[in-house]
């Protein structure tokens, strides 16, 4: 958790307060965005920059001289910061490769990490994860893992020295939305590094659900990339993540079985 | 000798390095890295290191994705 809960001192001090810091990096925008999906590289453009986010995922993979590497410079213009994964990796060996090659690339030491099990689920493997995990944090990388809602592993990946922990809130690219709130409430509840909910979200309410179970921002890409209109979606993001985590801090009222009357009685 | 850059066969000079590999495929360098054998091989020591008969070269950049 990065938030202090002192109160407002000035207006810089609570900006300070509120930019998400993932290993002592201030991260300006709550929606981290992923960049697969989309149809092509203007789209994707419009699309981050409605959204307002400050990092964005990419994949490593073979060059292809003819693609060239339009994202990336796409990502610099935009000044948005990169954060490569390691989709597509199936063992903590293939994982730690894949970094390694990204830092060497992109010269950062920030990593998506995922280790997925199976093609059809795209869960990730928390064997294989933990492993991987452990060796890239030896290795000097800023280790975000991409993990299941599952509050022991989420447990088990701090305490080997991730930078953030990020549940699923359902299957990579399913847009089901988050299918076990009290876990990802658990998770967050015991959490001393920022979660991010990663995968699931399916439209805005869901991102806002997110944020108001208490976590510190939300990454998403098909969401977004393969929306109807993914600008106009990504600015629905945008909104939702803030709404989320306004009323989050604000603090909600309880849930009541019966009405409350919130006019004055009548005969007052 | 044949060396295998990101899985398809390449005939290279027998002195052939990495920045060879590059080359060959008409990359640049920057945004790209290069693994041999299945080890990373840092930028700078791309011009110092040398393949061999049979080398599995990988170059990899970052695309879409996630």
């Known amino acids: 958790m990065t938030l202090t809960g002192q109160p407002r001192q000035d207006a810089a001090h609570h900006l300070e307060q509120e930019a998400l810091v993932v290993a002592g990096r201030p991260i300006s925008s709550r929606l981290i965005m992923g960049t697969g999906g ?6 994707l453009e419009r699309a981050l920059i409605a959204s307002g986010t400050a990092l964005t995922t990419v994949a490593m993979r073979r060059v292809d001289a003819a ?7 796409l990502l610099r213009r935009l000044e ?32 998506k990490l995922e280790v997925v099990a199976d093609e059809r689920t795209l869960l990730p493997d928390p ?3 933990l492993d991987a995990a452990e060796q890239l944090v030896d290795d000097g990388f800023t280790v ?27 299957p ?16 967050v509840e015991q ?23 208490g ?12 929306a109807g209109d993914p600008e106009l979606m990504a600015r629905a993001m945008r909104l939702a993540v803030e709404a989320g985590r306004a009323a989050r801090g604000a603090g909600r009222i309880p849930k009541r079985y019966w009405a409350q009357a919130s006019s004055p009685d009548l005969d007052a | 000798m044949v060396v295998w850059i990101n899985g398809e066969q390449r005939e290279l000079a027998s002195d052939a390095g990495v920045l060879d590999a590059l080359g060959a495929l008409g990359l640049p360098r920057t945004g790209v890295a290069v693994a041999v054998d299945g080890e990373v091989v840092p930028k700078a020591r791309w011009a110092a290191t040398s393949l061999s008969d049979g080398a599995r070269v990988e170059i990899l950049t970052a695309v879409q994705g996630g």
Do not use: K, W
Request: hydrophobic share 50%; proline share 5%; aromatic share 0%.
């Open chain 1, 144 to 170: 975000l893992p991409y993990t299941n809602d599952d509050p022991v592993l989420a447990r088990r990946l701090e305490q080997v020295g991730c930078a953030a922990v990020m549940p699923l809130g359902a």
């Open chain 1, 172 to 187: 990579i690219g399913t847009g089901l939305g988050i299918r076990n709130p009290h876990n990802i409430a658990m998770i």
């Open chain 1, 80 to 111: 948005i910061e990169v954060l490569p994964n390691t989709a597509g990796c199936r063992t903590a060996a293939e994982a730690v490769l894949t970094a390694r090659l990204a830092r060497e690339a992109l010269e950062t030491d920030l990593v």
């Open chain 1, 127 to 129: 064997i294989e994860l």
């Open chain 1, 215 to 226: 976590c510190d921002a939300v990454l998403l890409a098909t969401a977004v990339t393969r």
């Open chain 1, 38 to 43: 989309a149809a092509n590289l203007e789209i």
């Open chain 1, 67 to 73: 693609a060239g590497t339009g994202v990336l410079d």
């Open chain 1, 191 to 213: 959490a001393g590094v920022p979660v991010v909910l990663d995968a699931g979200i399916g439209t805005a309410s869901e991102a806002a659900q997110a944020m108001e179970l």
